[in-house]
């Protein structure tokens, strides 16, 4: 199973940019997903998280109101819409994914994307 990312790039303050995160593979369901993303120098934080069926989301106080995560379980994917896009929003983003692979059993992994640079200027 792979998470593969797209999207990202270099955006002026106030403007939007889209992620999206594909899960590839075979025998496998995908449970909750999540957005993080880390600045140069400091943790990698949770920015946006979806369960399951996409009923429930969560945000960090950071960025409520101008992102938006959304999936589509037909597709294995998963997007971050981001809009009023700050200079502080600059990271690197990463998608995150808790996948049930079946075999002679159901056994629980979580999935990290590879990465994409997100760089607003001011």
């Known amino acids: 199973v792979q998470l593969v990312q797209s999207g990202g790039g270099l955006v002026q303050a106030g403007g939007s940019l889209r992620l999206s995160c594909a899960a590839s593979?075979?025998?496998?369901?995908?449970?909750?997903m999540a957005w993080y993303r880390q600045a140069p120098g400091k943790q990698r934080e949770l920015v946006a998280a979806?369960?399951?069926?996409?009923?429930?989301?969560n945000y960090a106080d950071s960025v409520k109101g101008r992102f938006t995560i959304s999936r589509d379980n037909a597709k294995n994917t998963m997007s971050l819409q981001m809009n009023s896009l700050k200079p502080e929003d600059t990271a690197v983003y990463y998608c995150?994914?808790?996948?049930?692979?079946?075999?002679?059993?159901?056994?629980?992994?979580?999935?990290w994307g590879q990465g994409t640079q997100v760089t607003v200027s001011s």
């Open positions: 995150h994914a808790t996948i049930i692979i079946t075999t002679w059993k159901d056994f629980e992994y979580s999935y």
């Open positions: 593979g075979s025998t496998f369901s995908v449970k909750a």
């Open positions: 979806i369960t399951s069926g996409g009923g429930s989301t």
